[in-house]
């Protein structure tokens, strides 16, 4: 089977931009979750949506490395 060459460079930046957004969105989420009152169900829910929207940037950006790097 042939293999397939993808243009990587449209893509960097609009992943890069997508990285951003999650890096924002968290970064929002610890605002409300400062704002919150340590115990509640708000607090551990912005919390919790405060990891999730870091953990979905760490693995979107470690999958661009890896793309720049195969590149």
Known sequence: ???VQ???SPWSSTL??????????ALAHEVCRDRAR???AVH????HSATLWRQAESS????M????ATA
């Open 16 to 25: 890069g931009n997508v990285a951003d957004d999650f890096a924002a969105r």
């Open 38 to 40: 340590p115990g509640t």
């Open 44 to 47: 551990h829910h912005h919390a």
């Open 60 to 63: 979107l950006r470690a999958k």
């Open 6 to 8: 993808v243009e990587w």
């Open 1 to 3: 089977m042939a293999e």
């Open 65 to 68: 490395a890896e793309l720049d």
